[in-house]
Nanobody, 126 residues
Framework: HVQLVESGGGSVQAGETLRLSCAYS????????MGWFRQAPGKEREGVAI???????NYAASVKGRFSLSRDYAKKILFLQMNDLKTEDTGIYTC?????????????????????WGQGTQVTVS
């Protein structure tokens, strides 16, 4: 089982910055891929960014150039640096983990029933 705990959300004005953190843990040894997803009010959850075991990152077109994903393996934390936030970035941001690292496609992660999901942290941009 994988435990994911998000933090760092908040309310900011457009153009400002937030950094989200996802502390993760796993009882069994082994690596896994991770990512961030978000869900805006009245909309379905969508992918933000995914990072695989080799450090390759898939960013959603809407956040590319503004958001930066990184993983601290020693501290077991996944970060999402969000710069130049826009009102459309508002939503609940959820950390996710995939033990197989079988896909970098957001749609696959959203369909998969084997992935792990955190509780989410609210990001509000006005």
């Amino acid at each position: 089982h994988v435990q994911l705990v998000e933090s760092g959300g908040g309310s900011v004005q457009a153009g400002e910055t937030l950094r989200l953190s996802c502390a993760y843990s796993r009882k069994q040894n082994g690596g896994f891929c991770m990512g961030w997803f978000r869900q805006a009010p009245g909309k379905e959850r969508e992918g933000v960014a995914i990072i695989n075991n080799n450090g390759v990152i898939n960013y959603a077109a809407s956040v590319k150039g503004r958001f930066s994903l990184s993983r601290d393996y020693a501290k077991k934390i996944l970060f999402l640096q969000m710069n130049d936030l826009k009102t459309e970035d508002t939503g609940i941001y959820t950390c996710a983990a995939d033990l197989t690292c079988s896909s970098m496609e957001f749609s696959w992660w959203l369909r998969s029933s084997r992935n792990y999901w955190g509780q989410g942290t609210q990001v509000t941009v006005s």
